[in-house]
């Protein structure tokens, strides 16, 4: 009796608005990667993503239930398990494609440093908490901000450019929305902007370094590091008004699109759907995004609005550099689009996310 009538308060309370538009894109990405996966290689993805998704799915009711605010006393720990892990995968992870980022669990692979990037939203919530209710001492800050430093640094080292870029984007945007001022942001600004020459010649990787060099002119590799972004711009294009057709996309049946399934997604569903269906999709995550940080204006303390705005910025910077990177506005680094792109480790992240977001939605009520 207690078990049904926990269920029917948290069916009472649970943010719909946010669980519909999350089902909507979950949606969109299994009925796009059918379509991706059909002729691959490699098969078993759309089954596996099935399955992701249903596990990401208890997931996400786990994490609504669990009143977020237990995480408060945990949140650094939580952070320094995951930068352990990161470190372990280096040296003891399975290597794809010349880098070492996955877990094997039976059946399974697990990319720690995406669950790292809920760490880290963890941690710059506990940070902003600590700052508003008692204060932080400069060497407070310091060990803080070394901290995040430093888990940056080791998702990179993997190497993993694009974890590491997406986790960059998260912190600035939470520090620079829940800064009291603004000169520590400049300076900042200013010493990251100095360390660029150091970071080129000795941070990335001479393929890095040629993703970037054919960003600047694709046309100095069409057939090597080119090839993904000039197919993608052609997919994208090709697509017009309403699109192709439903596995109709030539680029992507006929396989002249790389990694389609799970850098490259939304050329798929742009060749197939058009412009029409890319405006659905990307109105779909604009109101998340909102949605989200509708959710943290209301929310009853900093540490639960912090971790909207945390999860919000997940969310965005992931949309914004997957996209880019497909049309050509930024360098190809890995970076997947939320709930569309193949990956378990990536579905699991955002709906933890997704499932605090909805914890603190049911609890903004309450004290």
Request: with cysteine; charged share 10%; net charge positive.
């Amino acid at each position: 009796m207690n078990g049904i009538a926990l269920w029917q308060r948290l069916r009472a309370r649970m943010d719909w608005a946010l669980v519909l538009t999350i089902l909507a894109v979950a949606a969109i990405g299994l009925v796009n990667l059918y379509s991706s996966t059909r002729n691959a290689p490699v098969g078993g993805m759309f089954e596996s993503q099935v399955r992701m998704m249903a596990i990401g799915g208890l997931v996400f009711l786990v994490a609504s239930i669990l009143d977020y605010r237990i995480f408060l006393r945990w949140s650094w720990l939580l952070l320094a398990v995951g930068v352990v892990t990161v470190v372990g995968v280096h040296f003891a992870g399975n290597v794809v494609k010349g880098s070492r980022r996955w877990i094997g669990f039976g059946g399974f692979a697990l990319q720690p440093s995406e669950f790292v990037k809920v760490a880290v939203i963890l941690g710059l919530a506990r940070f902003i908490h600590d700052r508003d209710s008692e204060g932080v001492s400069l060497l407070g800050v310091g060990w803080r901000f070394a901290a995040f430093v430093g888990t940056i640094v080791m998702i990179a080292w993997q190497p993993d450019l694009g974890t590491a870029i997406l986790v960059t984007l998260i912190c600035l945007s939470v520090a620079t929305l829940a800064a009291k001022r603004i000169w520590p942001l400049v300076v900042g600004g200013a010493l990251a902007t100095a360390a660029l020459p150091l970071v080129w010649n000795y941070g990335l990787h001479a393929y890095q370094q040629k993703r970037v060099l054919t960003f600047l002119d694709p046309s100095t590799d069409p057939s090597g590091a080119g090839w993904h972004t000039r197919q993608s711009i052609m997919a994208i294009g090709s697509g017009r008004l309403v699109g192709k057709g439903y596995l109709h996309g030539t680029q992507n049946q006929l396989s002249f699109l790389p990694e389609h399934w799970s850098d490259f997604p939304y050329a798929v569903w742009a060749e197939e759907w058009g412009f029409a269906g890319s405006v659905l999709l990307l109105g779909l995550y604009l109101f998340l995004i909102l949605w989200i940080v509708n959710v943290g204006s209301q929310a009853r303390d900093r540490y639960g609005a912090t971790i909207c705005l945390g999860v919000a910025a997940m969310v965005f910077w992931h949309v914004v550099v997957n996209i880019s990177m497909v049309t050509g506005l930024a360098p190809v680094v890995g970076v997947t689009l939320p709930l569309v792109s193949h990956g378990g480790s990536s579905v699991l992240t955002f709906m933890i996310g997704l499932g605090l977001v909805n914890s603190v939605s049911i609890r903004r009520y309450t004290y």
